[in-house]
Nanobody, 119 residues
Framework: QVQLVESGGGLVQPGESLRLSCAAS????????MGWYRQAPGKERELVAV???????TYADSVKGRFTISRDYAKNTLDLQMNSLKPEDTAVYLC?????????????WGQGTQVTVSS
């Protein structure tokens, strides 16, 4: 089972930036899809950004133009550059991977990293 570990969260002021990173125990090159989700208190988990194996990224409308998702194959990480952060971006951010291994397809999740945007 692939393990995912997020890092990079923290407390920032509105307008500032953060970069999240998700380290995987397996080769991210082989994953079908990877993405970032977030969940705020009292709200459902929502997709932030996703990238399929040979495709281009897709973003939630609320983060388009501010967030950038990227894969670093050298470091074997999935990163999320977040600029112009807003208070409504406050949430636990979770990394997800859609994986096929030995004929079995499954989803892996990280434990999440807290992002708080507040003045």
């Amino acid at each position: 089972q692939v393990q995912l570990v997020e890092s990079g969260g923290g407390l920032v002021q509105p307008g500032e930036s953060l970069r999240l990173s998700c380290a995987a125990s397996g080769s991210i090159f082989s994953f079908n899809k990877m993405g970032w989700y977030r969940q705020a208190p009292g709200k459902e988990r929502e997709l932030v950004a996703v990238v399929v194996r040979y495709g281009t990224p897709t973003y939630a409308d609320s983060v388009k133009g501010r967030f950038t998702i990227s894969r670093d194959y050298a470091k074997n990480t999935l990163d999320l550059q977040m600029n112009s952060l807003k208070p409504e971006d406050t949430a636990v951010y979770l990394c997800n991977a859609d994986i096929t291994n030995g004929g079995r397809r499954y989803n892996a999740w990280g434990q999440g990293t807290q992002v708080t945007v507040s003045s």
